[in-house]
């Protein structure tokens, strides 16, 4: 809302975002408060700067109202929580009418602020865990979904003041480590590092086919190491490798897919992954080292598999752009802002060091670096709006954790979780279930972001694939992939929709461009969970070398079967050997059955010497006609 309020409310963000940095990083170092009070904390400054930002942007007197309305709701029950955590500690659920009405509050703020800033998806869900918390003992008794008699009070307070809850451990995984990454991935993304990528991408480009397509490959996945936000590594890229794109003759929807694409990689791209892996750390019990370490082959298959197609699209709409100058000068000057933060990242934690305390230096190490060199230093003004932006970002995060916390503890109180677990297990064997577990993760992302969709899958499904036999790691490692991949995935696919935007693109159209692009790495996580090889746990090297060969090459096979391009044009007939050889190489990778290696090869080996002696009796590869845009 214009004039004193919004003015106001604007003044608040900018102190309260600061004050919330201020406070995560101070804790790093000092011990303040015990675990509880720091959730509380957090999530009250995660609550009022989403309210406030209500305020600052109502444009109607009853909308200002109602962001008045919760802002004092935070304060009266965050406050009370916080004042009396010691008390509300020890209450172990039994609840009174206060502690049941500051929940109460509490649960209506967090599932209002994850309305406002992720959709609507995540607090239906939630409304309905809550009406089988509240009301599950009214069906008829005996039935599977029956529950018993929770009384009010005392549902409240578990999913609300709780420690599985609200204030959980997702929520503590929030306060103490997601929100200083959202910060550094923020910061690493506005200091000068744009300049670097840049000049990287063209410097590649001189040398491979594709070069605007190979920038926004590169670009991306060097951002996506640090920021591991889809969205946002688009918006970052994206600004400068699609206007690039679309100058060397990509059309708007291949541009925006490349760039979704690519940029959906970075939530598993180590060291940072996606804040997903954060959450991973809490419900597998898994060492963050030994996640960044898992995610080094997939990472590596998911930006080769992606770079093939970029490349195929390429030679097929003869894109070959005369290289661009590289300035040496500006990349190599601002090559330390990006390298330097990413070189201590992974230095810290390979030596160990928590995570709170790695996030902790390598965002006071970029804010140094960025003051070192006149040309690279940020104002004051500049810095502090990227801080409370980040802040902000960090925010809306942590209220959605915090509304996955009230689902989980609602399914868990009630056994809800362990009932769906049981029909998931129903369906038998491995395969199946890993598709339904794969389709559940892929369904809850459309709505929701990825840690969300991610612990809320593998609250359901980790428990049934670690049943049947999977690695815990192997487990959630694959419902972690199907909640990043939902990104790109229709009907929402948020990083489509940005990229799209972004090309002034059809989003249907390059919706369907994105899933072209990427249709092979959703086979991906199967793969390690029969093949631990591609999780970095190798056996005896000829079982490592052969898996590795194998597994490449069927998921590049698939580049010509959905491009119809090799190096010339594929004819339908070729595709289907393309297909079957890929198909038979991944079986064997499943079944183990050499057979399938066999006739894999052999089909390989068969299209690549036909492939060979086609474009020597062409000569060149002759690419297809470009088709101008209407």
Known sequence: MKGKLGRGAGAAIVVIG???????????????????????????????????????????????????????????????????????????????????????MLIILVLEGTRRDWGITLPILAVVSLAYLFWGHLL????????????????LAFVALESGGAMGGLLLASADYIFLFVIFGGLIGALGTDRFFNELSKAL????TGAGGLSAVVSSGLVGMVTGVAMSNVLITGAFTIPAMRSQGY?????????????????????????????????????????????????ILYYLVTYLGVRVMALKANIHPPPEPVSLRALVGSSYLFLVPVGVLVVLLAARHSIMYTAFYVIVISVVLAYVRKQTRPEWRELIRHLVEGAQSGASVAVAIAAIGIIVQGMTTTGLGGKITAVIMSMGDLPSTLVAVALIGLFLGLGMPTPAAYALTAALGAPVLIKMGVPALAAHMFILYYASLSSITPPVAAAVLVGARLA?????????????????LYLLP?????????????????????????????????????????????????????????????????????????????????????????????????????????
């Open 504 to 520: 002034e693109a059809n989003f249907w159209k390059c919706g369907i461009e994105a899933m072209r692009l990427a249709y092979s």
């Open 526 to 630: 199967f793969l390690w969970v029969f093949e631990s090889t591609f999780l970095m746990q190798f056996t005896d090297p000829l079982t490592t070398v052969v898996s590795l060969l194998v597994g490449t090459v069927s998921l590049s096979l698939t580049v010509p079967v959905l491009q119809g391009w090799a190096l010339g044009r594929v004819a339908l007939w070729e595709r289907g050997l393309y297909a079957l050889s890929a198909l038979s190489l991944f079986w064997y990778l499943i079944d183990k059955d050499r057979r399938m290696l066999a006739l894999g090869a052999l089909l390989f080996l068969l299209t690549a010497v036909h492939e060979w002696r086609k474009r020597r009796r062409s000569g060149v590869a002759q690419p297809l006609a470009r088709v101008p845009e209407v």
């Open 205 to 208: 480009g001189k040398r491979l």
């Open 251 to 299: 059309t708007r929807e291949q541009a925006g897919a490349i760039e979704a694409v690519a940029s959906t990689g970075g939530q598993i791209m180590p060291p940072v992954l996606g804040l997903g892996a954060f959450v991973m750390v809490t419900l597998a019990g898994v060492p963050y080292v030994e996640i960044v370490i898992a995610s080094i082959i997939p990472a």
């Open 18 to 104: 600061l004050a919330m940095v201020a406070y995560h990083m101070v804790y790093v170092q000092v011990l303040l408060q015990s675990s509880f009070e720091h959730r509380v904390t957090h999530l009250a400054f995660a609550l009022l700067l989403t309210f406030l930002s209500v305020l600052r942007g109502a444009q109607r007197h009853r909308v200002a109202a109602l962001g008045l309305v919760f802002v004092a709701m935070t304060l009266f029950s965050m406050g009370y929580i916080r004042l009396w955590s010691d008390h509300i500690e020890s209450l172990y659920g039994f609840a009174g009418p206060v502690e049941a009405a500051a929940a109460l």
């Open 140 to 155: 008829p008794q005996g039935t599977y979904f029956y529950h018993s008699y929770i009384p009010m009070p005392q549902a």
